[in-house]
């Protein structure tokens, strides 16, 4: 059964750095997520991405925040220079169509800033 | 806007009991109702979906949920629970437009079962 993978499954980094998140969708699917649950908090809606452009965005998804689909499997998430409120558990999720049809998740990146 | 509150962040039943986890969301429209189960260390699996068709909806490994819009709930349910349950549960709401269709999620229900 297809999957979404994530990489890296966990990553630490001091402050201050960059770090980039990666996914590899479902090959079939169109419309492509990221979310992130900081510990014992829900999880939080940060960016959708559809046709290679960005179709919706979070407050959380500031300047610090880029996605980006450089081939036409992978879909990257970049924090440019990580703050300690970064640490979370980063979902990637994509879906084949948007109506109705559910979201299918990967297995998250525990990111952690020290 | 839509939300979704999850009454109860730790529900602890018996093996075999009933199994009810509650959601009730606020949409603006009708919505995309989902319950997500999450097992340690893993990703987010649907366990069922509302999208406006029967309202008592069947997932999987036994679990059913029941859309009342009157009440704005949609509450899990599992009349016999197994080890195997123990989780943690998310509700979720989509309304989304566009290319978008989010997902607003539920703070989560940890589900612990007892032999």
């Known amino acids: 059964e297809p999957e979404v993978t994530q990489t890296p499954s966990h990553q630490v980094t001091q402050m201050g750095q960059e770090v980039i998140l990666r996914c590899v969708p479902i090959?079939?699917?169109?419309?492509f997520y990221w979310y992130r649950q900081i510990l014992g908090q829900k999880v939080e809606f940060l960016v959708s991405?559809?046709?290679?452009?960005?179709?919706?965005k979070s407050e959380i998804f500031d300047d610090q925040f880029s996605v980006e689909r450089p081939d036409g499997s992978n879909f990257t998430l970049k924090i440019r220079s990580t703050k300690l409120e970064d640490s979370a558990m980063y979902f990637c999720?994509?879906?084949?169509?948007?109506?109705?049809?559910?979201?299918?998740f990967g297995p998250g990146t525990r990111l952690t800033v020290t | 806007a839509q939300s979704v509150t999850q009454l109860g962040s730790h529900v602890s039943v018996s093996e075999g009991a009933l199994v009810l986890l509650r959601c009730n969301y606020s949409?603006?429209?009708?919505?995309?109702l989902f319950w997500y189960v999450q097992y340690p260390n893993q990703g987010l699996q649907l366990l069922l979906k509302?999208?406006?068709?029967?309202?008592l909806v069947k997932g999987i490994n036994g679990f059913e949920a029941e859309f009342k819009k009157s009440e704005t709930s949609f509450h899990l349910t599992k009349p016999s629970a197994h080890m195997s349950d123990a989780a943690e549960y998310f509700c979720?709401?989509?309304?989304?437009?566009?290319?978008?269709?989010?997902?607003?999620f539920g703070k989560g229900t940890l589900l612990t079962v007892n032999p």
């Open positions: 509302y999208t406006s068709a029967a309202t």
């Open positions: 090959s079939n699917h169109l419309y």
């Open positions: 979720a709401v989509s309304e989304g437009g566009g290319s978008n269709y989010k997902l607003t």
């Open positions: 949409s603006s429209v009708p919505p995309y």
């Open positions: 991405f559809y046709n290679n452009e960005i179709s919706e």
């Open positions: 999720a994509s879906t084949r169509d948007r109506v109705g049809y559910e979201q299918y």
